[in-house]
């Protein structure tokens, strides 16, 4: 099978490349990559990318799959499906599945669903701790052997301080990054939204910023420490992208994610998104999520850390939630919010507002998370996996549910127009999605 | 003479012309509770459902006997779980009422937001009595009858609201409420019970029991949750009542003559002496009678009666 994808521009931040180039994908990989017109297109399929962009197929390295556990919510097979449709090519799945992924026996479980069902590759995220109950270390050299490429207690970080440096150092053993969801359960306590002015007039129990930035400290200090490396998810707050930036001035080995929600909503979403949302507020129990929906000053620090290059990742952490876990009273909701199908959409608009490059957002979105997960992928080298996303820059769209492939509906972007997505995504030089 | 909407869910979202139209309307229903038979057939033929998840007692009764004075048919529901434990989602409730096609719904709830939740799926208009830490509308609207009452006006007073403003109901109502008629609402307590987003709003904060209540034309204490010791909220009663109880010698640093008041029920000794709480200047009581007006005007508004 010879697939010529010819006429676009390839964007491969690894080369440094962003120019007109003709992709030869065979036997699953990247064959060739040639100036137009040098590749002959005799005896090969011919994909007409003329006012596209090729990239290395994203990855979007923190997701929940539900698999085991929460079929309802999501599969491994639905997960994927949104995955491609999304424009992904391969995502990191957490751990906080029914069983939790705190043994080799459950990594192998979801991998053979992946192999399966999935319409793009899954890299299993293996437990911190046993049932992530923040106790006990699991067995990471089998996680690891099973196929975890990461280890995390996402959802329900590990409190205990000397727990958290052995993990991180245990974890170095086996040359594995942990992937720190930073918060202080007990400063958070029984908060539902960001606390801040909204919070106030709403009459909701607030979650402070600092119960995300004391642990985003913590954990900076335990890995130093420990001689680890540290990846930080879903950072929301001016405070946590302030205290990276200077860790990374000081050369520690840390890296660190955040989510299009974080850059694109503020906590203001909670009381709705019409003009008059804080007199007749709404209470969007799609718009409630962990870490919460920030303040316009963190939101304006998380866009500034893109740009500056303090933040390495965007990921969705697409979160699925049934409306039974949505359709019921603010405080009682679930936290989460779906992402995959999003997430392209969102991130473009960084794009046209000028705040990146393309080739910048693709380097959060694929090459980074590559490197830091140390994936096969994230870029169109020749011999590189045959992963790859088209992209249409320019394409308005409407976000619009009821056609997602993820099984839940748990998106506060419904009805959003958005300009640019991925129009064609494949994974192993086969077509896992293509609009129509 | 109604309201154009169909729900009452909080003062954040009327007007002041509404409030105005509310009060008038609540002063020229007092008389009928005065009078040896207190019914008249206004709502005669619409039924009005209360669903209190939350205990309550003034609030519940005085619903009650609004209703009753207007002829409605009543049902009450008191839920004592959280739908969470006992198993029906409020989504499901909202559709079991909807099915029995009642007029008007009085809820309260413990979750903020709970009655809005109820408004978007139901077609009958929903009063909120209460939800969470969010609001209070019925009690806003009795406190600024009281004062209006008491004062003649409802412009250019200074407002005290005294006590846990963090958890209180009644006291983003009545910020909501006093600002919209033109007065000047201070919050005191400690700083761990006063939320500063309410300063957006147009309130002032202060931790100085003395800077909130010097000329003040109206001294709102708020009761104070006792659990809130064991949630780190502040130390001791004996404490809280030294810094931030109203007695005859805090009350001095009020103007001559303000009035006091008090949403119920009462922590006599904590945050209220006994000496003010029945003195003369307590509107305590005032408060309750009018409550019973207000929200019979609530009732007569939203459901188009004449």
């Given amino acids: ?436 | 003479m109604r309201l154009k909407r169909k729900d009452l869910l909080g003062l954040a979202d009327l007007t002041p012309e509404e409030i105005t139209l509310i009060l008038d309307t609540a002063a020229s229903l007092k008389e009928i509770s005065t009078r040896p038979i207190k019914k008249v057939p206004t709502l005669r033929g619409k039924t009005v459902v209360t669903l209190f998840y939350e205990p309550s007692t003034r609030t519940r009764m005085s619903f009650e006997i609004a209703t009753k004075r207007l002829s409605a048919d009543t049902v009450n529901l008191t839920v004592a779980a959280s739908s969470a434990v006992k198993g029906e989602t409020l989504a499901d409730t909202a559709a079991n009422l909807e099915a029995m096609n009642p007029d008007l719904l009085v809820i309260r709830h413990q979750a903020s937001g709970a009655p809005h939740f109820l408004a978007r799926r139901l077609a009958c208009g929903v009063i909120n009595a209460g939800d969470g830490t969010h609001e209070h509308p019925t009690q806003a609207l009795l406190d600024l009858l009281t004062v209006r009452e008491a004062k003649g006006t409802l412009s250019g007073l200074k407002v005290a609201i005294v006590g846990d403003i963090l958890h209180s109901r009644v006291a983003r109502s009545n910020v909501h409420g006093f600002l919209k008629m033109g007065s000047e609402v201070w919050l005191a307590g400690p700083a761990t019970m006063l939320p500063p987003g309410l300063a957006a709003l147009g309130a002032r904060l202060t931790t100085s029991l003395r800077e909130a209540l010097t000329g003040a034309d109206v001294v709102m204490m708020l009761r104070l949750q006792l659990e809130r010791m064991g949630q780190h909220f502040f130390s001791t009663l004996r404490e809280y009542s030294r810094t931030y109880g109203l007695n005859p010698d805090t009350l001095a640093w009020a103007k001559e003559d303000a009035i006091v008041m008090h949403p119920g029920p009462l922590n006599r000794g904590v945050e209220i002496d006994p000496a003010v709480a029945d003195g003369p200047r307590s509107v305590i009581l005032e408060q309750v009678a009018n409550g019973v007006a207000v929200r019979m005007a609530v009732l007569l508004l939203l459901s188009g009666g004449e």
């Fill in chain 1, 1 to 436: 099978m010879s697939l010529l994808i010819a006429g676009g521009v390839v964007v491969d931040p690894a080369q440094e490349l962003e120019e007109p180039r003709d992709l030869l994908l065979e036997d699953g990989r990247v064959a060739a990559l040639e100036l137009p017109g040098v590749i002959p297109r005799e005896g090969r399929r011919v994909i007409d990318a003329t006012g596209l962009f090729v990239c290395p197929g994203l990855i979007d390295m923190h997701v929940h799959l539900r698999e085991p556990g929460e079929e309802y919510k999501e599969t491994v097979a639905t997960g994927t499906r949104a995955a491609a449709r999304g424009g992904f090519t391969a995502v990191a799945c957490m751990p906080n599945t029914r069983p939790v992924n705190d043994q080799a026996a459950v990594t192998r479980f979801i991998l053979e669903q992946a192999a399966r069902h999935g319409s793009a590759r899954v890299w299993p995220v293996g437990a911190l701790t046993q049932g992530s109950r923040g106790e006990a270390l699991c067995e990471y050299g089998e996680l690891k052997a099973a196929g975890c490429v990461a280890l995390s207690d996402d959802g329900r970080p590990v409190m205990n301080s000397l727990v958290m440096r052995r993990a991180l150092e245990y974890a170095r053993t086996f040359d594995l990054p942990v992937i720190s969801h930073a918060e202080d359960l007990e400063l958070r306590a029984d908060g539902v939204m960001h606390e801040g002015e909204v919070a106030h007039r709403l009459g909701l129990k607030g979650i402070p910023g600092a119960a995300e930035e004391v642990m985003v400290y913590r954990d900076i200090r335990l890995a130093w420490l420990a001689g680890a490396r540290l990846h930080l998810a879903h950072l929301s707050t001016a405070g946590s992208v302030a205290i990276v930036r200077e860790a990374k001035m000081a050369g520690l080995a840390v890296t660190c994610e955040t989510a299009p929600h974080y850059f694109t909503l503020t906590d203001e979403a909670v009381a709705g998104q019409g003009p008059d949302a804080l007199v007749r507020p709404v209470f969007d129990t799609h718009a409630k999520v962990n870490p919460p929906l920030r303040s316009r000053f963190d939101r304006e620090a998380v866009i500034a850390g893109l740009a500056d290059g303090t933040i390495d990742v965007i990921a969705s952490d697409h979160a699925p939630h049934s409306v039974l876990e949505k359709e019921v009273e603010f405080a009682e909701a679930a936290f989460g919010l779906i992402g995959l199908e999003t997430s392209v959409g969102l991130s473009l608009r960084l794009v046209h507002e000028g705040v990146l490059p393309l080739s910048r957002l693709i380097a959060l979105m694929s090459t980074n998370p590559a490197r830091i997960l140390g994936l096969p992928g994230g870029t169109l080298k020749v011999g590189a996996p045959g992963d790859v996303t088209v992209i249409d820059l320019f394409r308005p769209w409407t976000v619009d549910v009821n056609l997602f492939a993820s099984k839940s509906r748990n998106c506060p972007f419904h009805g959003w127009v958005l300009k640019g997505k991925a129009v064609l995504t494949l994974r192993g030089g086969e077509v896992v999605w293509q609009e129509e």
